[in-house]
């Protein structure tokens, strides 16, 4: 082996003198693998400037085989993604059912087999999509090599017996895969780099050393400083981190892949090449190991149109590419002219459009200024060429305002719509659609709902689901909802009543991520109905002890009109009702049962099954209304909605036990230790007439006869009844303003100024002419009547601003006791 030294001018090898590490054994790790006779071309996914050079190393190395850091399960989707008709970005979506592992739960019950999937986003300047198409250019087999993502996802599955005196085994930690962009950052020399270099993230750092281009640079001298770079993060990286990420699982596979490759169709190393993350170029050639099993089970694997949002970090993907159309423009730009000039004036010229078109102030002048501050900030930072980290801070430099934080919202919004840009990907037809995608397709020409993809504006549908086509239209709607597919919404409008039950308003509209929504429920089922009788099942037997989501399950069923699902739901219903002691859950069921009932004629449903179910629900909640008497105040929404919900049907129906409920409500108001929920519990008696509206207000007065601690919960209380109780607005509200009355008269000095913000929130909470009646009783109170005039208040303007100073710092107040309480 002949030993190279690192060239003395390259960035890289700069770079790992400022971290203070062993240049010359790093120098003579990556001279050992680059001049084995396999060609190794480590590369980062998404970068131009590498993949400007992958296609042309390959066409003049010309190998027989090119391995290729891709899903191995994938192999046959090769030919699809090199199609002349395929156009990035697209993605392979590989998904896999673990059906053996499918096992009988302690109810009996089989549990649901557990799935995997994972998507491999693929852009036009991937590396690994150009050295597939170079490959086919040459003549060249592609080979994906990398281990199956659902080898090392799933569990390894415990062994059913522990040796004597050894402690049972943990449940194995599920492996999430790690490229460069993660792994990198952690390591630390990427530490060391950014503390003696300055670079403030890893994307500003990768950019800095690698896609600016440099004249002096040839694609074997990108190569070596690629491979430096790498060796120096994985000689610093936590070796305990590779194992746990399935790193080094995925390596053993890689190079077993290799290996038993050549040696079956007889290819010398040389006549190979191997495009993969400059990671794994340095992966353990001698590493005795195995690599995990390969599972069998149900695998899915496609190709799917893609967009650069999802790709994009603003969409969450885990190897994200933060700009992905900046850099398509750098790879064009480069593959055209050598350089990057040109993007700096067409991306801030785009930026500056956008931002005009969403409001801002800007000028060619701004266009200017901003290109000439970016190539002075990356001459002052010693760069050739403006990064992307460049060209941002030159921009909210330049056409900010004022304070980026709060003057630059649609510049920022324009940079990102930059960034990212609006590009889909297309497949060619060759590889067809899923079976569900398929069914997805039909289904909308069947029922006339195909004018949802003809057209990228809103369709709106008005159905009335007695007409037989409408019902399946709703119920085909429902089930695509349920399935998390992003094509629109059920709008709740009002309707006479007796019509809402029938009468339903959809805003449909086109999405790009429908199909990949659809591709990723393909192993539920082959259709949209067995996918979604798929999914409720699984959610039932999830839900068999919660009385509210099941309950929800069952109305579910019914919107989707799944006749067997029904049946189903209704007999777990019954069960998750006598297991479930939950107050909010029972309450949420009741809603729901309510619900159904009204259905009952129209779906044909057992009527006098869910009277029953109805019936057992109410008294089970009422049972639990004192479970909930003193729950913190992040919980009070819970306990109105559910009283709420048990006081309508009690109030509106003899086929419930009010007397129970009565009963349970009075012990909860007298254990209760919290003013606000006691205030509920007793304005819900007082409009079950249990109480009188002249006892209700009573009780407000006697916080008003308490200490300081009694007066300055008042406010709570008072909030409680009027949340919950009309009655004592219509019935009571001479008694209740009195009772207010002597409050505020009551309280004196800083007890005054903590009752008002309270009292102010609880009467916030009533409609406006609620509050009108109140202000008339009031003002009957102070011997005020309507036909008396009102003289004009006189006052100094000092006392005016006064006034208005502390009804400012009253609202505030408000505004943070609002705060906590909702």
């Known amino acids: 082996m002949t030993r190279q030294t690192a060239p003395k001018n390259s960035p890289v090898v700069e770079a790992v003198r400022s971290a203070a590490l062993d240049l010359d054994a790093l120098v003579a790790r990556v001279d050992k693998t680059l001049s084995e006779e396999m060609y190794w071309l480590p590369v980062r996914h998404h970068s131009p400037a590498i993949a400007g050079q992958v296609g042309a190393c390959i066409r003049q190395r010309q190998p027989k085989i090119v391995f290729i850091e891709g899903p191995h399960e994938a192999q046959q989707m090769i030919e699809f993604l090199v199609d002349f008709k395929t156009r990035p970005p697209v993605a392979i979506y590989s ?26 986003p693929l852009v036009s300047y991937s590396p690994e999509l150009i050295a597939m198409r170079a490959a086919k250019e040459i003549g060249a087999q592609a080979l994906f090599m990398d281990l199956p993502h659902y080898a090392i996802e799933r569990p390894v599955p415990l062994p059913n017996e522990v040796p004597a005196g050894q402690p049972a085994p943990k449940t194995p930690t599920q492996h999430r895969r790690r ?29 800095a050393l690698f896609e600016t281009p440099r004249a002096e640079r040839t694609f074997e001298g ?43 169709r007889k290819i010398h190393p040389r006549e190979a090449l191997v495009v993969c993350g400059g990671f794994h170029i340095f992966l353990d050639q001698n590493d005795p190991e195995p690599h995990p099993p390969i599972p069998e089970g149900t695998l899915s694997v496609t190709v799917a149109p893609y967009s650069y949002f999802r790709i994009s970090e603003l969409s969450g993907y885990g190897a994200g590419n933060r700009a992905p159309r900046y850099y398509e423009l750098c790879f064009d730009s480069h593959a055209a002219t050598g350089s990057h000039e040109q993007v700096l004036v067409d991306y801030v010229i785009d930026v500056i459009k956008e931002a005009r078109q969403r409001g801002e102030r800007l000028s060619p002048a701004d266009a200017i200024g901003a290109t000439q501050h970016a190539l002075m900030l990356a001459r002052l930072r010693g760069r050739r060429e403006p990064l992307l980290d460049d060209i941002l801070d030159a921009l909210v430099t330049c056409c900010c305002k004022g304070n980026p934080k709060t003057e630059a919202t649609h510049l920022f919004e324009a940079i990102d719509e930059v960034n990212i840009g609006t590009r889909l990907g297309r497949v060619t037809d060759r590889i067809g659609r899923l079976p569900i995608v398929s069914d997805f397709y039909e289904q909308l020409d069947r029922l006339e709902l195909d004018e949802v993809v003809a057209r990228e504006k809103v369709c709106t549908y008005a159905l009335d689901k007695r007409q037989t086509k409408d019902a399946e239209r709703s119920a085909f709607l429902h089930r695509l909802v349920f399935l998390g597919l992003e094509i629109g919404s059920l709008q709740r409008e009002a309707a006479p009543f007796g019509q809402s039950i029938f009468k339903e308003h959809w805003r449909l509209k086109w999405s790009p991520k429908l199909e990949a929504t659809l591709i990723e429920r393909n192993l539920h089922g082959d259709t949209i109905e067995t996918a979604v009788t798929t999914l409720l099942s699984e959610s039932l037997g999830v ?18 009109d799944l006749p067997r699902l029904i049946a189903q739901a209704e007999q777990m219903t019954g069960h998750a009702i006598d297991h479930d002691d939950r107050f909010h859950s029972l309450a949420d069921a009741l809603t729901s049962l309510m619900l159904l009932e009204r259905y009952a004629a129209y779906r044909s449903l057992g009527k006098q099954r869910l009277e029953d179910l109805l019936r057992r629900c109410f008294d ?21 909605h559910g009283l709420l919900a048990l006081a309508e049907p009690v109030v509106q129906r003899s086929d419930l036990d009010a007397d129970l409920f009565a009963a349970h409500v009075e012990r909860a108001a007298k254990i209760s230790t919290m003013p606000f929920l006691r205030g509920a519990f007793l304005g819900v008696l007082t409009e079950m007439r249990r109480m009188k509206p002249e006892a209700l207000a009573a009780e407000l007065s006697a916080y008003a006869r308490g200490g300081v601690e009694q007066q300055v919960v008042a406010g709570d209380f008072l909030q409680g009844v009027l949340r919950v109780s009309k009655t004592a607005i219509l019935l009571g509200a001479t008694s209740l303003v009195a009772a207010v009355d002597e409050l505020l008269r009551a309280a004196q000095g800083e007890t005054f100024l903590n009752i008002v913000p309270r009292l102010r929130a609880a009467f916030e909470t009533l409609h406006e002419r609620q509050r009108d009646s109140l202000a008339a009783h009031v003002a009957e109170l102070y011997g005020l009547k309507e036909s008396d005039s009102l003289r004009t208040l006189a006052t100094s303007v000092g006392a005016a601003r006064l006034m208005a100073e502390l009804d400012a710092e009253a609202a505030a107040i408000l505004s943070g006791w609002l705060g906590t309480t909702s």
């Open 179 to 207: 490229d460069l962009d993660e792994i990198a950052p952690r390591s630390e020399f990427y530490r060391l780099l950014t503390q003696a270099a300055g670079y403030r993230s890893w994307n500003e750092t990768w950019d």
């Open 620 to 640: 089970r909640a009422c049972f639990a209304v004192p479970e909930v008497a003193s729950v913190p105040p992040e919980d009070w929404e819970q306990v109105i």
């Open 222 to 264: 990108l190569r070596r400083d690629v491979a430096l770079f790498c060796a120096a993060v994985r000689a610093t990286v936590d070796p305990a981190s590779l194992v746990d990420d399935g790193t080094l699982a995925r390596e053993r596979f890689m190079w077993k892949t290799i290996r038993e490759t050549l040696a079956d």
């Open 543 to 560: 839900n068999a002890h919660e009385a509210g989501p099941a309950c929800r399950r069952l109305v579910q069923a019914v919107d989707m």
């Open 95 to 120: 998904s896999f059912r673990d059906d053996a592992a499918a096992a009988p739960g302690p109810d009996g019950q089989t549990a649901a087999p557990p799935r995997y999937s994972v998507w491999y």
